[in-house]
């Protein structure tokens, strides 16, 4: 994890996994940490790092609703943890989606932690609106298109803006569940002023950078969600392979309900080149080839039950012989 003071009052904390942005802001004898870094030894070092820097704290925020921006409670089990009201609405509508995902994000990365990620109650925030720290206030600005919920946290006193998944120099606009590329791009019209009056910008992942590099980024993410689904480009410096997969998911939510849209003949499972999704209704268990995806996808086969099933087990491919070949295949409806 790479900590830089960005603002007498401001550090910034990056996790060496997705470069997911941590920000800790103080006023007076009263402080915030807004999301979170994603590795366990990064979260059993925060508190200190927070100390010995100076800051106080007060208590936690959450840019949005994703799992890897709600883990300050495992570095602070008893904390407040503060939310817009959208997010507080998804997280009751989704009960234990965000531990169940961090479940099998370490399972998939032979992660251990001490715990269970618990949110506890958690406190909703008018937003638009403001959040007193100290002295002052921190104005809360709302977001979305990513996914349905979220904030912008402006520190008026520093000039940083705190972006939550938006404008990020490692990772292209993505629409997940929920999210929409008409309010993406409502979203990215009401941030361009707060950033261009912004001295510093932190995105949720890639750490801080300037105004006029986030702007960059601002024109970039518009082009791309306007082009979508068929003429979009990756933006420059953002062509990866995990790109590529985010805008194959862009991709297959905009046109999954329109025929016109879809692709014919659908991909092609010989082509090694682009990452094939495999969805089971609305979750998505990964990409076609990979070991963890293929063998949730078999064991799920067995669980229905039909006629497929049935000329598995005949060949000795059973859930039992799926789990012991590949640990942590198993659906939580299968027993051992």
């Known amino acids: 994890m790479r900590v830089v003071a960005v603002a007498p009052d401001v550090l910034v904390a990056t996790s060496a996994y997705w470069q997911t942005t941590c920000t800790i802001v103080r006023r007076g004898d009263e402080g915030f940490v807004i999301d979170s870094p994603v590795l366990p030894d990064e979260l059993d070092a925060l508190p200190a790092v ?48 965000a531990a169940r995902e961090l479940r099998e994000f370490d399972d998939q990365n032979y992660i251990v932690r001490p715990r269970p990620l618990q949110l506890g109650a958690v406190q909703e925030l008018p937003v638009p609106g403001r959040c007193e720290v100290g002295d002052a206030e921190l104005e809360l600005h709302p977001t979305g298109g990513h996914t349905v919920d979220g904030m912008a946290i402006v520190v008026p006193w520093a000039g940083v803006l705190v972006l939550g998944d938006h404008l990020s120099p490692v990772e292209i606009p993505w629409i997940s569940d929920g999210g929409s590329r008409e309010v993406y791009l409502d979203t990215l019209a009401r941030l361009e002023p707060l ?64 025929p016109v849209l879809v692709r014919p003949g659908g991909p092609d499972p010989a082509d090694p080149g682009p990452p094939i999704g495999v969805r089971l209704d609305e979750m998505a268990l990964g990409d076609l080839g ?3 995806t293929d063998s949730r996808l078999a064991q799920a086969i067995l669980l229905r039950d039909k006629r497929f099933a049935a000329w598995l087990r005949e060949r000795g491919v059973t859930a039992e012989a799926i789990e012991d070949d590949f640990p942590g295949s198993r659906w939580e409806r299968q027993t051992p």
């Open 195 to 258: 950033v261009a009056a912004a001295e510093t910008v932190v995105p949720g992942h890639g750490g801080p950078i300037t105004p006029e590099r986030a702007l960059a980024l601002l024109a970039e993410d518009r082009e791309y969600l306007e082009a979508l689904p068929g003429g979009a480009k990756l933006p420059e410096g953002r062509r990866d392979q995990a790109q590529a997969k985010i805008h194959s998911e862009n991709v297959f939510r905009l046109t999954r309900n329109d």
């Open 290 to 292: 990979h070991a963890r």
């Open 50 to 97: 927070v100390e010995q820097a100076g800051f106080p704290f007060t208590g936690l925020l959450a840019t949005h609703g994703d799992w890897d921006h709600l883990l300050g409670r495992m570095a602070w089990p008893d904390a407040a943890l503060g939310v817009a009201e959208s997010t507080a609405q998804r997280l009751r509508a989704e009960p234990g989606a």
